[in-house]
């Protein structure tokens, strides 16, 4: 009965009660009464099943008609007239009451989405107690000399962006002063190297403008080369105090960016925590709603069990994978199956990404589903008008 109900049909046949209405049936004027109701929503074909009521004011009408119809009813020996009655007055009490309508694979997706937050939250928590004992370190400096050579400085051989996660410059004003100058090498003989390398490919250019662009290119590098000459001597004549609070200011940001990315995470996390009850609330329409907005539930259902579907695949697809193995045989026969890590990385890789991907769209699209769930639903399933004219009353109170 459910499922007819979300389907719109009726047990009765609309063009039987029509017939009977039009008959010499002593229940004619009854079944006319009833005939009127069931097709009283506007641009209802007659003889379409598709009957269910889609607003309040439908409702009310096909329920004021369904009275008549029970008053006018002549014979009440007619047994037909009274399965339709029954029938129509089970789908007006459900058109007319609240149902839940949530689904539960989404709140499932958004705990899946709660969950990895949470750790998020702690990770970020880290970073921020990492970063501030970074700066605890470069306040507890004692001075010192940091006058550095050019010539004496060597050039830092490994990639800069890596390298800053692993750097130890917080240790000592020394070290960090002499961690800025190799970067500032660093690009200087990066720079000198491009600057070169256009130089050269000029020299054998095919044509004017290609020339052209080239050395604009070489001069370009040449002039990034003398920035980074000019931050090394600016850098390398700071004394402690100024290396220090050039420090400091590093470290600060990174700890300003840590805690807005703590905040940030914490405030997601309170937004789904809140949404979760929000969107059961919202999700509690009437049974008329449910009828009209059938089809977007509908669509909204199958994305979502899309999605879990595809997810499943995939985390399926990611188990099916098999490790690399190989078998070793030892000198006294025995033989034993063992798995190489390098061997494994594509394997390994492939993995991540596959439960990594099920994961995220999972969550993703649970997450986008319940917020337009949650505001849809509150915006079309609740009257609003009372509790806005309140608020407009208090504040126009609140202005005099």
Same mark, same amino acid.
């Given at each position: 009965?459910?499922?007819?109900?979300?389907? *719109?049909?009726?047990?009765?046949?609309?063009?039987?009660?029509?017939?009977?209405?039009?008959?010499?049936?002593?229940?004619?004027?009854?079944?006319?009464?009833?005939?009127?109701?069931?097709?009283?929503?506007?641009?209802?074909?007659?003889?379409?099943?598709d009957a269910y009521p889609?607003?309040?004011?439908?409702?009310?009408?096909?329920? #004021?008609?369904?009275?008549?119809?029970?008053?006018?009813?002549?014979?009440?020996?007619?047994?037909?007239?009274?399965?339709?009655?029954?029938?129509?007055?089970?789908?007006?009490?459900?058109?007319?009451?609240?149902?839940?309508?949530?689904?539960?694979?989404?709140?499932?997706?958004?705990?899946?989405?709660?969950?990895? +937050? $949470?750790?998020?939250?702690?990770?970020?928590?880290?970073?921020?107690?990492?970063?501030? !004992? %970074?700066?605890?370190?470069? =306040? #507890?400096?004692?001075?010192?000399?940091?006058? +550095?050579?050019?010539d004496e400085t060597p050039?830092?051989?490994?990639?800069?962006?890596?390298?800053?996660?692993?750097?130890?410059?917080?240790?000592?004003?020394? $070290?960090?002063?002499?961690?800025?100058?190799?970067?500032?090498?660093?690009?200087? #003989?990066?720079?000198?190297?491009?600057?070169?390398?256009?130089?050269?490919?000029?020299?054998?250019?095919?044509?004017? !403008?290609?020339?052209?662009? +080239?050395?604009?290119?070489?001069?370009?590098?040449?002039?990034?080369?003398?920035?980074?000459?000019?931050? @090394?001597?600016?850098?390398?004549?700071?004394? @402690?105090?100024?290396?220090? =609070?050039?420090?400091?200011?590093?470290?600060?940001?990174?700890?300003?960016?840590?805690?807005?990315?703590?905040?940030?995470?914490? *405030?997601?996390?309170?937004?789904?925590?809140? %949404?979760?009850?929000?969107?059961? @609330?919202? !999700?509690?329409?009437? *049974?008329?709603?449910?009828?009209?907005?059938? #089809?977007? $539930?509908?669509?909204?259902?199958?994305?979502?069990?899309?999605? @879990?579907?595809?997810?499943?695949?995939?985390?399926?697809?990611?188990?099916?994978?098999p490790w690399v193995e190989?078998?070793?045989?030892?000198?006294?026969?025995?033989?034993?199956?063992?798995?190489?890590?390098?061997?494994?990385?594509?394997?390994?890789?492939?993995?991540?990404?596959?439960?990594?991907?099920?994961?995220?769209?999972?969550?993703?699209? $649970?997450?986008?589903?319940?917020?337009?769930?949650?505001?849809? *639903?509150?915006?079309?399933?609740?009257?609003?008008?009372?509790?806005?004219?309140?608020?407009?009353?208090?504040?126009?109170?609140?202005?005099?």
């Amino acid at each position: 009965m459910n499922k007819a109900r979300r389907s *719109g049909y009726l047990s009765f046949d609309i063009c039987e009660v029509k017939r009977l209405s039009e008959s010499d049936s002593p229940n004619a004027e009854a079944y006319g009464y009833l005939y009127q109701a069931v097709t009283t929503k506007p641009g209802t074909p007659k003889g379409v099943d598709d009957a269910y009521p889609q607003t309040a004011q439908e409702t009310a009408r096909m329920q #004021a008609l369904l009275q008549e119809a029970k008053d006018a009813c002549a014979d009440k020996g007619d047994s037909y007239f009274d399965f339709c009655v029954a029938d129509l007055e089970s789908v007006l009490d459900w058109s007319s009451r609240r149902h839940w309508n949530f689904q539960w694979q989404v709140i499932l997706g958004v705990v899946l989405t709660l969950l990895f +937050l $949470s750790w998020r939250a702690d990770r970020k928590q880290k970073d921020v107690d990492m970063n501030q !004992e %970074l700066v605890a370190a470069v =306040e #507890a400096w004692a001075p010192a000399d940091t006058t +550095l050579n050019w010539d004496e400085t060597p050039i830092y051989d490994y990639d800069p962006i890596s390298a800053a996660m692993s750097r130890d410059g917080h240790l000592s004003p020394i $070290s960090y002063k002499l961690y800025n100058l190799y970067m500032q090498k660093h690009y200087y #003989a990066s720079s000198m190297e491009y600057a070169e390398s256009y130089a050269a490919r000029a020299d054998t250019a095919s044509t004017a !403008e290609s020339r052209k662009n +080239l050395e604009k290119h070489a001069e370009e590098s040449r002039a990034n080369a003398r920035e980074s000459r000019e931050e @090394f001597d600016r850098i390398n004549g700071m004394d @402690f105090k100024e290396i220090q =609070e050039m420090a400091l200011h590093e470290y600060g940001v990174w700890v300003k960016s840590a805690d807005r990315g703590r905040r940030a995470v914490r *405030g997601w996390t309170i937004f789904f925590i809140i %949404l979760i009850p929000l969107y059961v @609330f919202a !999700e509690r329409p009437y *049974g008329y709603t449910i009828t009209r907005t059938r #089809a977007e $539930s509908e669509t909204l259902s199958g994305i979502s069990k899309f999605a @879990f579907a595809i997810g499943a695949m995939m985390y399926g697809s990611a188990s099916a994978i098999p490790w690399v193995e190989k078998i070793v045989t030892y000198s006294n026969g025995h033989t034993a199956r063992e798995q190489d890590a390098g061997e494994n990385a594509p394997v390994i890789l492939m993995k991540i990404i596959l439960y990594g991907g099920a994961f995220v769209l999972i969550c993703v699209v $649970s997450c986008v589903l319940m917020v337009y769930m949650t505001a849809a *639903g509150l915006w079309r399933n609740y009257d609003w008008t009372p509790v806005l004219a309140k608020v407009r009353s208090a504040a126009t109170s609140a202005l005099i």
